[in-house]
């Protein structure tokens, strides 16, 4: 299988792509693994289990036990899955309270379904569904199995690959969260996606677009042309540029109704100095020091921090965007499940690569494409 990386979009998000709540109450315990020896599991799937906190080498590749299924669950053959920056954030400790270890971790999934609960109604056996499993709430998507509460699951949009519906969905459910939910972002607003060239970003782009907004985005100029094919109106090279400024000249010193924050450091604080009157800002991105938000006090400004739940109801609205040509992922590398550290090293030093969207992991296959590193 060849896969071609993305290096513009096609007719048309997430952590970071991060989340935060979910719409039960989870249980941290339930993430630690069974192994095959279990006598109340069955047949074993190969996994990439998180054996310690720490680097990448972290990860084995095991034989380990399939669950059984209740009634109100279905049984998925992952065909696909992601990489995300909470993986790494859960890999290195960031969250340790909440995945005792062994765990297998992972939050994006698509595949088909192989087996149902005894009082699911709403698929059956043969459905190519997508989702997000339980966050902090049981085993994750770096397996060739996985359990999933129906509740959670949507159907495959039908003219994506696997691999491109895997990188659609914590993104795809954090910028919905993000734009439509907090932001309530509208038709003919200005937003500011910081970062328009990553994972996230790249959602958030043609999500906005697709609402009717004027999106401006942050990216280097190497990337300024890809972004504008994503549907962005204008683009500021952060590396040469002080958006504020950029975003001053451009919006003729009115500002944005929306900044989208998706890259943490100071942007959560000089946001605000981009900002209309009354406008907003919506971050995906841990708060690690204490933040000065006068400037935000100063323009009536609402903030609003987004960890983003998993529902069918998201999955079904990216679903309609998707299938009407209004929103594709972008994936930016894809390696096999054998490889998932390399995966990781990949992501967290994206820097270091010539690396747009997402990290994309082939479950069911070998496939291997890879953006050049950049000297």
Known sequence: ????????????????????????????????IQHHDDTDMTDPMKAVVLARFGGTDAFELRDVSVPRVEPRQVRVRVHATAVNPLDYQIRRGDYANH???????????????????????????????????????????????????????????ENLSHLEAASLTLVGGTVWESLVRRAQLTVGETILVHGGAGGVGTIAIQIAKAIGARVITTAKAGDHEFVRCLGADAAIDFTSADYVDAVAEMTRGKGVDVVFDTIGGDTLTRSPATLADFGRVVSIVDIAQPQNLIEAWG??????????????????????????????????????????GEAHELLENRRSYALRGKVAIDVAGETVALPPRIS
Do not use: C, W
């Open 299 to 340: 323009r009536n400004a609402a903030y609003h921090f987004v960890f983003t739940r998993q529902n069918r109801g998201k999955l079904d609205a990216l679903t309609t965007l998707v299938e009407r040509g209004l929103v594709k992922p972008v994936i930016g590398a894809v390696l096999p499940l054998a490889r998932m």
């Open 99 to 157: 995945v005792p270890l062994p765990a297998i971790i992972g939050h994006d999934i698509s595949g088909v379904i192989e087996e149902v609960g005894s009082h699911v109604t709403e698929f059956r056996a043969g459905d190519a569904v997508y989702y997000t499993p339980r966050i902090f709430g049981g085993p994750g998507s770096y397996a060739e199995q996985h359990i999933a509460d129906v509740d959670l699951v949507g159907q495959k949009p």
């Open 1 to 32: 299988m060849k896969v071609a990386l993305s290096n513009r979009a096609s007719p048309e998000k997430v952590a970071p792509d991060r989340a935060r709540d979910t719409e039960r109450t989870a249980r941290p315990s339930a993430s630690r």
